[in-house]
């Protein structure tokens, strides 16, 4: 099975750039960069949604995406935090009976 293709943010930019500036179509654009048509389509919705953002790169998260990463850690924190009194109650009140 064949490893999924990786662009850089520069090539994905410059075929987004390719479909709008210049007015190829991306039935075109998607033949002459060996990229699949709907490839091509979504990485201009991306651009056009978030142009700062769009295209952050392997291992780089938007900023809304940090922040909801951040919260599920401050969640599960909190909840282990919670959880400890039950589980000490629930020891020492074993060692009773």
């Known amino acids: 099975m064949g490893r999924r ?3 850089a ?9 390719l479909i709008r500036d210049r007015g190829v179509t991306a039935a075109q654009a ?3 960069l060996g990229v699949h048509e709907n ?6 919705r ?5 142009p700062n953002q769009a295209f952050p790169g ?5 900023p809304e995406q940090l ?11 909190l909840k282990a935090e919670r959880d400890i009194p039950k589980k000490a109650a629930a020891y ?3 060692d009773q009976i």
């Open 5 to 7: 293709r990786a662009f």
């Open 9 to 17: 943010r520069e090539f994905k930019l410059e075929a987004v750039r």
């Open 30 to 32: 998607a033949r002459d």
């Open 39 to 44: 490839v091509l389509r979504k990485w201009v």
């Open 46 to 50: 991306d651009f056009e949604a978030e």
């Open 58 to 62: 392997q291992g780089q998260m938007r």
């Open 67 to 77: 922040e909801i990463e951040w919260l599920r850690g401050e969640v599960t924190k």
């Open 92 to 94: 020492f009140a074993k």
